[in-house]
């Protein structure tokens, strides 16, 4: 197994001190009709004639909607998991995979070179790498209990893959057999800077299984299925967020999320395309759908929960209070990502901030722990 798959982390998920959180409830009304007032957004020094507005911005939880409530309870509290003694060093980044049987969250670290998104069926976690200057890069799968990996994609008939990005696998409906989805695009031409194989870039920006094109999507990132293996969720990435089109400045782009039917004789064929949401600022990164069907996203104001049928914003873990309030060197969040992935653990959010790991307790069981193991 090449050497680049050993920069996966494991964290076993037990919590540690906690410390006392705020929940902000705005009134619904507030995010389309605001008061007059009103100076500039909710996440920002100015004044606000709305107090819940105002209290939206230091508070650990935003509600716009009972469920959230429900979600998060009275008692919610943000604990801080692990730490980096480096904060250059990114060690909490991508993937976010919950292994019950385990009971161990696995992730990536930003290294040159990294790993990149994590999956999980059947026992197996599947793992995206971006390869190094000598090695393709391929989708590995794992066995969490004996860690014996093995490739199973690296090339589309010998053409190498550019970087796949993110990786989720659904179980077809119709066939009973399982479904690898993942994204696929070219870090180099992306200016990311992590030492990945050197190209030349030789196939499209896609989703894979089957493909979704550059013409539908410009930078497919985050992938995500529902619990009934009938709905893919698909985020637009970074160019979206940082120059605001396709790739090489062409097509018009922005930070959409996307939802498809799954169907067709296969069971896994994408249908029926429509926007689903926007990230308000940066683009979704990570994505995860819990068992009542809300969307969840990594996004630059943090971690955002949506309706999974209508796209509304339910509420957001705001990443203005648990993750820059607590680091030495804060960021403005409107400008760069804070976290980039997240992990839901039963009833625990785990969020990955790069240099930190944040766990909130939450009220509700958010995925069952055998919702992925299928034998």
């Given at each position: 197994?090449?050497?680049?798959?050993?920069?996966?982390?494991?964290?076993?998920?037990?919590?540690?001190?906690?410390?006392?959180?705020?929940?902000?409830?705005?009134?619904?009304?507030d995010?389309y009709?605001?008061?007059?007032?009103?100076?500039?957004?909710?996440?920002?020094?100015t004044?606000?004639?709305?107090?819940?507005?105002?209290?939206?911005?230091?508070?650990?939880?935003?509600?716009?909607?009972?469920?959230?409530?429900?979600i998060?309870?009275?008692?919610?509290?943000?604990?801080?998991?692990?730490?980096?003694?480096?904060?250059?060093?990114?060690?909490?980044?991508?993937?976010?995979?919950?292994?019950p049987?385990?009971?161990?969250?696995?992730?990536?670290?930003?290294?040159?070179?990294?790993?990149?998104?994590?999956?999980?069926?059947?026992?197996?976690?599947?793992?995206?790498?971006?390869?190094?200057?000598?090695?393709?890069?391929?989708i590995?799968?794992?066995?969490?209990?004996?860690?014996?990996?093995?490739?199973?994609?690296?090339?589309?008939?010998?053409?190498?893959?550019?970087?796949?990005?993110?990786?989720?696998?659904?179980?077809?409906?119709?066939?009973?057999?399982q479904c690898?989805?993942?994204?696929?695009?070219?870090?180099?031409?992306?200016?990311?800077?992590?030492?990945?194989?050197?190209?030349?870039?030789?196939?499209?920006?896609?989703?894979?299984?089957?493909?979704?094109?550059?013409?539908?999507?410009?930078?497919?990132?985050?992938?995500?299925?529902d619990?009934?293996?009938?709905?893919?969720?698909v985020?637009?990435?970074?160019?979206?967020?940082?120059?605001?089109?396709?790739?090489?400045?062409?097509?018009?782009?922005?930070?959409?999320?996307?939802?498809?039917?799954?169907?067709?004789?296969?069971?896994?064929?994408?249908?029926?395309?429509?926007?689903?949401?926007?990230?308000?600022?940066?683009?979704?990164?990570?994505?995860?759908?819990?068992?009542?069907?809300?969307?969840?996203?990594?996004?630059?104001?943090?971690?955002?929960?949506?309706?999974?049928t209508?796209?509304?914003?339910?509420?957001?873990?705001?990443?203005?209070?648990?993750?820059?309030?607590?680091?030495?060197?804060?960021?403005?969040?409107?400008?760069?990502?804070?976290?980039?992935?997240?992990?839901?653990?039963?009833?625990?959010?785990?969020?990955?901030?790069?240099?930190r790991?944040?766990?909130?307790?939450?009220?509700?069981?958010?995925?069952?722990?055998e919702?992925?193991n299928?034998?």
């Amino acid at each position: 197994m090449p050497q680049r798959a050993t920069m996966l982390m494991l964290l076993t998920t037990t919590l540690t001190a906690a410390q006392s959180n705020l929940t902000a409830q705005v009134p619904a009304q507030d995010t389309y009709q605001l008061p007059r007032s009103f100076n500039s957004s909710f996440d920002n020094h100015t004044s606000a004639a709305s107090q819940a507005i105002a209290a939206a911005r230091n508070a650990s939880f935003v509600s716009y909607d009972e469920d959230f409530l429900r979600i998060v309870g009275d008692d919610s509290k943000v604990r801080l998991l692990a730490t980096s003694s480096n904060e250059k060093v990114s060690f909490a980044f991508e993937g976010g995979i919950w292994v019950p049987e385990t009971n161990q969250v696995w992730f990536t670290a930003y290294l040159d070179p990294t790993p990149g998104y994590l999956s999980i069926l059947d026992l197996n976690v599947y793992v995206t790498t971006f390869g190094d200057p000598d090695t393709t890069p391929a989708i590995v799968a794992i066995n969490p209990h004996t860690y014996h990996a093995e490739e199973v994609v690296n090339s589309y008939f010998g053409l190498p893959l550019n970087g796949p990005d993110d990786v989720t696998v659904a179980v077809s409906r119709a066939t009973g057999e399982q479904c690898v989805f993942f994204t696929d695009f070219f870090l180099n031409e992306e200016g990311l800077g992590v030492a990945t194989y050197p190209g030349p870039s030789k196939l499209p920006y896609f989703v894979w299984r089957p493909v979704i094109g550059t013409l539908e999507i410009q930078d497919p990132n985050g992938l995500a299925v529902d619990k009934a293996n009938s709905l893919l969720y698909v985020t637009d990435g970074p160019h979206s967020a940082v120059f605001q089109s396709g790739p090489n400045h062409t097509l018009p782009s922005f930070a959409g999320i996307y939802q498809y039917d799954l169907g067709g004789a296969d069971g896994c064929t994408p249908l029926n395309k429509r926007l689903f949401a926007f990230a308000r600022q940066g683009f979704a990164n990570g994505i995860k759908v819990d068992d009542a069907g809300r969307v969840w996203t990594a996004e630059y104001e943090g971690v955002v929960v949506r309706n999974g049928t209508s796209g509304k914003v339910l509420g957001v873990f705001n990443a203005v209070d648990i993750i820059m309030a607590n680091s030495e060197n804060p960021v403005n969040v409107r400008d760069v990502a804070p976290l980039a992935n997240f992990a839901l653990v039963g009833d625990e959010l785990v969020i990955l901030a790069f240099d930190r790991i944040f766990g909130v307790k939450l009220a509700e069981m958010v995925i069952d722990p055998e919702r992925y193991n299928i034998r």
